[in-house]
């Protein structure tokens, strides 16, 4: 199974993006995907994750504004009200046992740059 993210770009801060993440090949056997994010010199940081049974969890930063969900073999996150801090590049994950914080596949990451 291959991820790949898409969607990342520029937006002035208080300003949406939707991400996306498509799973190729036995997409069905995912049951977990989730978000980190990773700005320049800090450590990656955990931003939301879905299973494929509904449950959802996000980190502390994010809750409020994003928004994940799943459909079929992608996921998405609507982030809203983005801030200079969301800066970063943002990475989908998935894996096989319903976790959502867990991540053994990784897609190639998307720029998300909210400019102030």
């Known amino acids: 199974v291959l991820l790949q993210a898409y969607g990342g770009g520029l937006v002035q801060a208080g300003g949406f993006l939707r991400l996306s993440c498509a799973a190729s090949g036995m997409y069905f056997a995912i049951t977990g995907m989730g978000w980190y994010r990773q700005a320049p010199g800090k450590e990656r940081e955990y931003v939301a994750g879905i299973t494929s049974g509904g449950r959802s969890d996000y980190g502390d930063s994010v809750k409020g504004r994003f928004v994940i969900s799943r459909e079929k073999n992608t996921v998405y996150l609507q982030m809203h009200a983005l801030k200079p801090e969301d800066t970063a590049v943002y990475y989908c994950?998935?894996?096989?046992?319903?976790?959502?914080?867990?991540?053994?596949?990784w897609g190639q990451g998307t720029l998300v740059t909210v400019s102030s």
């Open positions: 994950g998935g894996n096989y046992d319903y976790n959502l914080y867990e991540y053994e596949l």
